[in-house]
C-alpha cells in the first residue's frame, strides 16, 4: 500500500496562501493518479484536486481558479498550492492514491491508507 506523509498546513487569514506537500514512495505519482482532500469537523472527507500519471488536472468547484495540483517526480511530491484562501477552506488536508474529486463517498469511506494530514486553519 502506498505510503504518504502530509505537511504545510498551518494558521492563515483570509485571502492569504499555503502549499501543502505529500511525500510517497517512489514512483506513485507515475504509477497512480493521485489527489487531495479535507474533512472539516462534523462533515464527510471530500475530494478538492487529482492529477492523474500523464499530469492532466481537475478540481472541485469549491477550489477552482484557487488552488493548483502538481508534482514533483524527482522528488516524490505532490503539492497543493493554494491561493485565496476562505475561512470555509479550513479542514484537515489529506494526499492518497485515489482520484480526488471524482471517487464517490463510499470508496472514500473504505479506502484505509490515509496519512496523518496537515491541517489548514483560515481565521476572517
Known amino acids: 500500500q502506498v505510503q504518504v506523509t502530509e505537511s504545510g498546513g498551518g494558521s492563515v487569514q483570509s485571502g492569504g496562501s499555503l502549499t501543502l506537500s505529500c511525500l510517497a514512495s517512489?514512483?506513485?505519482?507515475?504509477?497512480?493518479?493521485m489527489g487531495w482532500f479535507r474533512q472539516s469537523p462534523g462533515k464527510e472527507r471530500e475530494g478538492i484536486a487529482a492529477i492523474d500519471g500523464g499530469g492532466a488536472t481537475t478540481y472541485a468547484e469549491s477550489v477552482k481558479g484557487r488552488f493548483t495540483i502538481s508534482v514533483d517526480n524527482a522528488k516524490n511530491t505532490l503539492y497543493l498550492q493554494m491561493n485565496s484562501l476562505k475561512p470555509e477552506d479550513s479542514a484537515m488536508y489529506y494526499c492518497?492514491?485515489?482520484?480526488?474529486?471524482?471517487?464517490?463517498?463510499?470508496?472514500?469511506?473504505?479506502?484505509?491508507?490515509w496519512g496523518p494530514g496537515t491541517r489548514v486553519t483560515v481565521s476572517s
Open positions: 517512489p514512483n506513485t505519482y507515475t504509477t497512480y493518479c
Open positions: 492518497a492514491p485515489l482520484c480526488g474529486h471524482h471517487v464517490p463517498a463510499s470508496a472514500l469511506n473504505e479506502y484505509d491508507g
